[in-house]
T-cell receptor, first 112, second 115 residues
Framework: DQQVKQNSPSLSVQEGRISILNCDYT??????FLWYKKYPAEGPTFLIS???IKDKNEDGRFTVFLNKSAKHLSLHIVPSQPGDSAVYFC???????????WGAGTKLIIKP | EAGVVQSPRYKIIEKKQPVAFWCNPI?????LYWYRQNLGQGPELLIR????????DSQLPKDRFSAERLKGVDSTLKIQPAELGDSAVYLC?????????????FGPGTRLTVT
């Protein structure tokens, strides 16, 4: 049973436009969510996080939105740049339990 | 600041052979994780250490996998004997732990191929 789902295996976006990556979860106990970016042959790199007490967190071109009632979060990248081409993973955890439950990832391709 | 270091980066072995992976976490990070990642999937936790204590090893296949973190710094993950299904990328990560937040910092991983 996948508790964290990223239903889009891949996404293609024109350079300069907005990229929106989606993530759904089933466990209502999750209260901390993270996005990681992964380039080929490298480990995942932390990108941005959000606590369940917030519904939005912004860091430069990256914004994460959390909709607790829908158990849905999204990552917005504006404007998209070629260097953003990577696999993006959504992960979630319960409070101080440091076990992260990961989605399967979405491959983002930014077209020039 | 140096990141998480892992070695080797790649390993090819025949089934039934032993293999070991090494990880050196970020200095000062008390929590260390070993993950396995299969193609097209997210990382799956194998074991988590708080200092030298393994606090979560529920998903470690203990019949063939073992891990240690002597002195609470670097760590070794071993598979003996390896099976074809063990082919994957093995990732090590570290975090501050306790009140330091859930952000985990990953090494580049070891890609294991079992033939």
């Amino acid at each position: 049973d996948q508790q964290v789902k990223q239903n889009s295996p891949s996404l293609s976006v024109q350079e300069g436009r907005i990229s929106i990556l989606n993530c759904d979860y089933t466990n209502s106990m999750f209260d901390y969510f993270l996005w990681y970016k992964k380039y080929p042959a490298e480990g995942p790199t932390f990108l941005i996080s959000i606590s369940s007490i917030k519904d939005k967190n912004e860091d430069g071109r990256f914004t994460v939105f959390l909709n607790k009632s829908a158990k849905h979060l999204s990552l917005h990248i504006v404007p998209s740049q070629p260097g953003d081409s990577a696999v993006y993973f959504c992960a979630a955890s319960v409070g101080s339990n440091y076990q992260l439950i990961w989605g399967a990832g979405t491959k983002l391709i930014i077209k020039p | 600041e140096a990141g998480v270091v892992q070695s080797p980066r790649y390993k090819i072995i025949e089934k039934k052979q032993p293999v070991a992976f090494w990880c050196n976490p970020i200095s000062g990070h008390n929590t260390l994780y070993w993950y396995r990642q299969n193609l097209g999937q997210g990382p799956e936790l194998l074991i988590r250490y708080e200092n030298e204590e393994a606090v979560d090893d529920s998903q470690l296949p203990k019949d063939r996998f073992s891990a240690e973190r002597l002195k609470g710094v670097d760590s070794t993950l071993k598979i003996q004997p390896a099976e074809l299904g063990d082919s994957a990328v093995y990732l090590c990560a570290s975090s501050l732990g306790l009140d330091g937040g859930n952000e985990q910092y990953f090494g580049p991983g070891t890609r294991l191929t079992v033939t």
